[in-house]
């Protein structure tokens, strides 16, 4: 946000990023094998985007995330950070560039450290970075809480005496401390109730607005991934299978496994339910540590069946490609499945 | 020994039951299995619960977790009950299996009449019998509910062997194809196989096949899908739908997915703060919901079949302290329409015969001449 040309960088890119894990066995752990759990993933986020991260446990969505700010060390590719690349920093360097991306995550009740007061865990980033202290401090926590929703008063409580939409708040307020411009949310809303998941998702847009805040919104329900996100990704064993506007990817998903995701997913209308195709995915997501050649989802592929099982989904890896305004699937056969109308929720016929 | 209460029932069928019957027996089960003939049946209830009201006695007080709840339940009827954490779905379904832990908890006040027997009156022993062969169950974490130590197939053929009194071979036989017929591939040879060689959706299989091993009349399913990945609970949820319509088994679906209940029940009621709250086809509730709180849940999520856009319109507020809470609307302090009758008198379960069949509601604002249209 310095020069000029900050602008047209993305503030956060990946180019075939890997993160693999050794499998270790034996007692002289020998290595293995490896599980793939990112596997050769390209992604630019720009700045004022929010993008969303959709698919199974297991399919490494969380794992890039992490990647992304370096939480997780990257075994492959770059990550660049406003034009930075990630990997080749400096301790030093790499600590003064951690204060502008953060991250929330999932459990509010493990991810806050039950002997701190609210005021302290709040406080904890402003003293590492050295932002401010004494009564300049205390009263920047007061403003964080008051920012997330939160009575300033409430500073020297502790985590159990708030309820999990509360405690989320507090995870909220402790990543905006250090006043970032990227924040990879992790799952932020799974762990709450319902009536309250759609607290947290406002509040999470008004602070994108007022705070031009970046986010990677990464979360398993696909409903409030479109809800706030410009665009969707979906991951499948570790790989990006699919990317786009959210409208688009929504209103017509190009890869099997979108729609295979979508037509899971129940809606809260009974009528619409009954009338209702769903595809059904056989079985489990196959092993990282060993994903099937070809297209990785051909196993479970319910296209796949459907086009006579044809050779190269089993031996040719698809690669992600463009399919339409700025959406691109890893699929060889994307504008069938397009043409498909399996997934596809249409909106109750007023 | 307490012999089963007998009951009045509408028709008065029930009445026809002998007198004595030794329920611990596996004579006295089968003799309680044959009164129940299809005639029967079809004039009454599978389950009627009747002001239910369970309590947790803890140093700050008394929680009136579940409290007064009513409902019933047909034979092969699907029934959601739906809410957030601590409204008391889970507590509701622990306590007609009799399950709930005591201490702290205690069900104060009830009756909880199935397929004509007063499962509070049972002793011990004539509830265990009576879990296991009539009364299926499925939570949330199969981890908890599986034994990690013991074979998948054992665990499988222990409950054919207490209940349907086979033979080692015959239940190990049966389990396989109880395997099969969850979907679990290869049935045969993963018999001897632990709980931890399964995956989460597999490990549910799993648990569906011991809940459904002897043709319960009811399954209880307590979140039976949360833990679960979106393709994984479509997978499960398609099992269930296709093994209870078979088996006609009637089910209480326990969930905080109001999609997963629209998809999967006849009725659906909501609870909140202890209370059934609302009641009708699911139909009705989803379309012409007369509880605020209903509609507000409704409302509060992003949904795939609404364009999204806005700011989702969020209940503000948390529910009540339920230790001995006020004689009032227990949502009125989150209700949008709120007036002071609200806050002074708490309402009572009205049928709503104008929308819908066997619709009721526990609100002032929609009772005739309320003020919320």
Partial sequence: ?350 | MTPPTRRETETGTAAQLPEMVEVSTPEGQRLVAQLTDEAERHSRKLLQVRDLSTYFFTPGGVVHAVDEVSFDLDYGETLGLVGESGCGKSVTALSIARLVAQPPGRIVDGEVIFDGIDLLELSGEEMRLLRGRKIGFIFQDPMTSLNPTLRVGHQISESARTHLGLSRQAAAARAVDLLGMVGIPRPRERLGDYPHQFSGGMRQRVMIAIALACQPMLLIADEPTTALDVTVQAQIMELLRSLTQEFRTAVILITHDLGLAAGMCQRVSVMYAGRIVETGLVDDIFERPRMPYTRALLDSRPRLDVEPGGRLRTIEGFPPDLVDPEPVCRFAARCPHRRDVCDQREPLMTPRPSHGQGHAARCWGTEPGGWIP
């Fill in chain 1, 1 to 350: 946000m310095t020069d000029g040309r900050a602008g047209e960088v993305p503030l956060v890119e990946a180019d075939g990023l890997e993160v693999h894990f050794p499998i270790l066995s034996g007692i002289l752990q020998r290595q293995r094998g490896s599980v793939r759990a990112v596997d050769g993933v390209t992604l630019s986020i720009e700045r004022g985007e929010t993008v969303g991260l959709v698919g199974e446990s297991g399919c490494g969505k969380s794992t890039l995330g992490r990647a992304l700010i370096r939480l997780r060390e990257a075994t492959g590719g770059t990550v660049r950070f406003d034009g930075r690349d990630l990997r080749a920093l400096s301790p030093v360097e790499l600590r003064r560039l951690r204060r502008r991306m953060q991250i929330i995550f999932q459990d509010p009740y493990g991810s806050l450290d039950p002997r701190m007061t609210v005021g302290a865990i709040v406080a904890e980033p402003i003293e590492t970075h050295r932002l401010a202290s004494g009564r300049a401090k205390a009263e920047r926590v007061r403003e964080l809480l008051r920012l997330v929703g939160l009575d300033p008063g409430f500073t020297a409580r502790y985590p159990h005496e708030f309820s999990g939409g509360q405690r989320q708040r507090i995870g909220v307020a402790r990543a905006l401390a250090v006043e970032p411009e990227f924040i990879v949310c992790d799952e932020p809303i799974s762990a709450l109730d319902v009536s309250i998941q759609g607290q947290v998702l406002n509040l999470l847009i008004d602070l994108r607005r007022e705070l031009r805040l970046t986010y990677l919104f990464i979360a398993h329900d696909l409903a409030a991934v479109r809800h706030i996100s410009d665009r969707v990704g979906v991951m499948y064993l570790g790989t990006l299978v699919e990317i786009g506007r959210s409208s688009l990817v929504y209103a017509s998903p190009a890869h099997p496994y979108t729609r295979a995701l979508l037509s899971a997913v129940p809606v809260a209308d009974p009528a619409i339910e009954r009338q209702r195709r769903r595809v059904i995915l056989v079985g489990d997501v196959p092993s990282p540590a060993d994903p099937p050649p070809g297209c990785r989802f051909h196993t479970r592929c319910w296209l796949y069946e459907r086009l006579g099982r044809p050779e190269d989904c089993r031996t040719v890896e698809p690669e992600l490609r463009a399919v339409g305004d700025g959406q691109r699937a890893a699929c060889h056969y994307a504008e069938i499945a397009q043409k498909s109308d399996v997934g596809v929720v249409e909106p109750a016929s007023a």
